[in-house]
Each structure stands twice: as structure tokens, then as C-alpha cells.
């Protein structure tokens, strides 16, 4: 006999087993008897839609057993909210099952659904989200529900310290640069994107060349530059002379980054210098990045030039 079998607060429910086809099917999943059974009382309980603590309770034993059903979370969030349960206390619980499964979506959006049930932020948020980052910088669920919690809570004026924390430790992070994009640019007041000041758009400049300067490798900043010109409506020549500080191409074996004569290549195929263009695209296909040499010789092909081989 099972656990719930066996149990005398469960009696009065006849589970419901799984069915998989017939009484032989082709290809039944192997669970564990435990998990097959607590599912049986599970399906029971969702027939009858009952909202009982007995019921919070066995989600939180399939959970234990089973972290990514997500009709299990959905049941869950169901009746906490009709118990009245203090979302905080999920909260917490919700805390220690995150530190073990880090790349769960299913918790992440159990996260946002019981926090819509509280007005102001918890001062233990953020601070549990940095603990996530920790171990790692770069989990997408975790990022997703931070730009949630940005949007929910009207944290925008908030969130620059911390990305630029991040950056100082990573500049390479390339996760914690969307963040800064989403918070820079992402804000909207109703269908409108705000307008960005002039001394937003120098700002985010200057940062995103000091961090060139620090790893003119690092393509993240490249991209980022690239996305604060356009969104200002100015053309890339603007920074020619930067991009120049780290690959001239007269002198091949000093180029620094190969960011950068991408960068040059598009500069000087808008001011119609074909063959300076040509030069950078060469470099880049035969030496710097020969790995998409193809993709190279697909832009050299749009300024009406040769192939080049690696």
C-alpha cells in the first residue's frame, strides 16, 4: 500500500490512475510508484476542484518529486489564493526550492503569480535574486522575472547601480547589458516610449566606451554602442575616430579588436569609401574572424567586391 492509500485523511478519495492507452501500452513512462500515486490523488482532487490544505500539501510532495509540472504549480497558485494564504510564506518556501533547481521556468512564474499579491516589493527580493546571480550571472529565468519585477514595481531608477555592479565584476555579461538597455530605453508611458535625454544617451556612451577600453574583444559593448547611435537617430560615423583607437587597417598586426573593423567596415561602406570597407571585411574574413569568412565575403559581394580566402 502507498502512502496516501494508507493515510486516514485521504480515504474518502478515490484516485484516479494515469491513463496511458489501454492496458498495454506502447511506450508508458516509467514513474516511481510514489509519484504515480501521489498524482492519482492529485487528478482526484483536481476533479472535485477542492481547496484544502491537504491539497497544498500534496503539490508540495509532487513538486518535491517533480519540479517542472507545471499544471501542479498552476493547482498550487489556485488554491493558495483561495485559502488566503500569506504569500510571503510561499515566498520563502519558493526561496529554497529556486537555490536548488536554478533553471526551472515553472518556479520563476509561480514566483511573478504570487507576487502579484503583494503591494510593495519585499525587502528580502532582491537581495535573494543577487544570491541566484551568484551562482549564476547568466540565468535567463531569473533575468526574465527581474525585468518583471522592474515593470510591476516601477523599479527603473533603481536598477543602474546594480547593472553596472555586475558589469564591474563581468564586463563580458553580455545578460546584464540587455538588463541595462531594458532599463535605459525599455521604459514606456502607456504605448509611448519615453523620450531619452540628451544626457541619458552621453551617458550610456561614455559607459559603453570605458568598457571597450577595458576588452575591446568583448562584442557586448560593440552591440550595445551600436544600439545607442541608432536609437538616437545618429549614424555610426560619430564614433569613427574611437573605433579607430582599436584596428587600423594599414597596420594588420595591430589590430585590438575585431568589433571594431566591423564596425569601420559599416562606417566607411555608408560614406561610399568602398575600398577602405573592402579592406576591413578582408581582414576580418582572412585573419580576425575566418570562421564566418562567408559571411565576410557575402558583405564584400554588396560593395560589388572579390571574395577573399581565409
Same mark, same amino acid.
Given at each position: 500500500?502507498?502512502r ?32 504515480s500515486e ?32 507545471y ?18 510564506? %510561499? /515566498?520563502?518556501? *519558493? ?8 533553471k !526551472? $521556468?515553472?518556479? &520563476?512564474?509561480? =514566483? #511573478? ?11 528580502? %527580493? /532582491?537581495?535573494? *535574486? ?8 547568466? !540565468? $535567463?529565468?531569473? &533575468?526574465?522575472? =527581474? #525585468? ?25 555579461? !553580455?545578460?546584464?547589458w ?37 576588452a ?6 560593440w ?27 594599414d ?54 567586391l ?5
Amino acid at each position: 500500500m502507498g502512502r496516501y492509500e494508507e493515510s486516514e485523511e485521504w480515504e474518502d478519495i478515490i484516485p484516479i490512475e494515469q491513463d496511458d492507452g489501454g492496458p498495454n501500452p506502447l511506450a508508458a513512462i516509467a514513474y516511481t510508484e510514489d509519484y504515480s500515486e501521489a498524482m492519482s490523488y492529485l487528478r482526484a482532487v483536481m476533479a472535485k476542484n477542492e481547496m484544502s490544505e491537504r491539497a497544498l500539501d500534496l503539490t508540495e510532495d509532487i513538486i518535491a518529486m517533480n519540479p517542472a509540472h507545471y499544471t501542479v504549480w498552476l493547482y498550487r497558485a489556485k488554491v493558495i489564493f483561495s485559502l488566503q494564504k500569506d504569500p510571503s510564506e %510561499e /515566498l520563502d518556501w *519558493l526561496t529554497e526550492i529556486s537555490l536548488r533547481h536554478l533553471k !526551472n $521556468y515553472q518556479i &520563476w512564474h509561480h =514566483r #511573478q503569480v504570487i507576487m502579484t499579491a503583494i503591494p510593495t516589493l519585499p525587502a528580502t %527580493e /532582491l537581495p535573494f *535574486l543577487a544570491r541566484m546571480f551568484a551562482k549564476d550571472a547568466k !540565468n $535567463y529565468h531569473v &533575468w526574465s522575472y =527581474r #525585468q518583471w519585477l522592474v515593470r510591476h514595481f516601477s523599479l527603473w531608477d533603481d536598477e543602474l547601480p546594480y547593472i553596472e555592479t555586475l558589469l564591474r565584476d563581468d564586463v563580458r555579461n !553580455n545578460s546584464a547589458w540587455n538588463h541595462r538597455w531594458f532599463v535605459t530605453f525599455g521604459r514606456a508611458d502607456g504605448a509611448e516610449r519615453i523620450i531619452i535625454s540628451d544626457e541619458v544617451f552621453a551617458r550610456e556612451i561614455e559607459f559603453t566606451k570605458n568598457a571597450i577600453v577595458q576588452a575591446p574583444q568583448n562584442q557586448s559593448p560593440w552591440n550595445y554602442l551600436r544600439g545607442v547611435l541608432k536609437r538616437r537617430g545618429q549614424g555610426l560615423a560619430a564614433l569613427k575616430a574611437f573605433a579607430g583607437e582599436f584596428a587600423d587597417v594599414d597596420r594588420e598586426d595591430e589590430v585590438q579588436s575585431s568589433h571594431a573593423l566591423d564596425f569601420l567596415a559599416d562606417v566607411w561602406a555608408q560614406e561610399k569609401e568602398k575600398e577602405r570597407a573592402g579592406r576591413a571585411l578582408e581582414l576580418l574574413a582572412r585573419r580576425y574572424d575566418p570562421i564566418r569568412k562567408n559571411y565576410w565575403n557575402y558583405r564584400r559581394s554588396l560593395l560589388g567586391l572579390a571574395m577573399v580566402e581565409a
